[in-house]
């Protein structure tokens, strides 16, 4: 991981399209402004893991049929 | 065109109903082409990758368990599955059926998104709290010992 210090509208440039601002700096709480192309999905980590390990168990999916039970209400 | 599939064999298909991912689905990085088959019901339908043969998804409709869900999209999502109106998409949220039927669940935070007409389709990241990664359609337990509910009676022979 490369790390890099940064004070308050300081900014990092990612390649020549990207960029991560530090917009505000408060004791445990950073807010980042990011400008990225719109083919770059910009997302906070946690959800972005949570999405893909919920995608790789929807991928080992097992019987369709159970589902049709269980929507019939 | 031939495709071979673990779960439905070899199935013949047009080449012109292959979707194409504009972004992949998370952790799903190499598999961009899909195509669509019927499921049991008309809101469930298979997504068969035509890169893997093993590889599929389940989607259902929301709608069906969520009348009101709805789908914010960024214009720059828009034009990238190169549509000006949500309403041109097809929404559907991925089915997890895990070994613990009472567990079958659906993510409505990261939508499938799906142009019809030009075959251009995504996951979506929604900014909603509300609505789960994952969503039970099963009841929760009530109680140790209480009758289960009619509706998944089934599932549990």
């Known amino acids: ?25 408060k004791e445990s709480q950073v807010k980042l402004g990011i400008v990225a192309p719109k083919s770059v999905a910009v997302h906070r980590r946690e959800v972005y893991l949570a999405i893909q390990s919920e995608n790789t168990q929807a991928a080992a999916a097992a019987q369709i049929d159970a589902l049709t039970d269980l929507i019939q209400r | 065109m031939q495709l071979e599939t673990v779960r439905f064999g070899t199935l013949e298909v047009a080449p012109d109903a292959i979707i194409t991912f504009t972004q992949p689905i998370l952790g799903f990085q190499e598999y961009r082409r899909f195509v669509q088959l019927p499921g049991p019901s008309d809101y469930l ?86 609505y789960p990664i994952q969503f039970f359609l099963a009841p929760p337990h009530q109680g140790q010992g209480q009758a289960r509910e009619a509706s998944h009676a089934g599932l549990n022979p």
């Open chain 2, 45 to 130: 339908r298979w997504l068969q990758s035509t890169e893997s043969s093993e590889l599929a998804f389940i989607m259902m409709v929301p709608t069906v368990l969520v009348p009101d869900y709805h789908v914010d999209v960024r214009p720059a999502e828009l034009s990238e599955l190169a549509v000006s109106s949500i309403e041109e998409l097809e929404v559907y949220t991925l089915v997890v059926v895990p070994e613990d039927k009472s567990k079958v669940r659906t993510n409505l935070r990261a939508p499938i998104l799906i142009n019809p007409r030009l075959r251009l389709a995504k996951q979506a990241l929604l900014d909603r709290s509300d």
């Open chain 1, 1 to 25: 991981m490369l790390v890099l210090t940064r004070k308050e509208d300081e900014s990092i440039m990612i390649g020549d399209d990207i960029e991560v601002k530090v917009l505000d700096l």
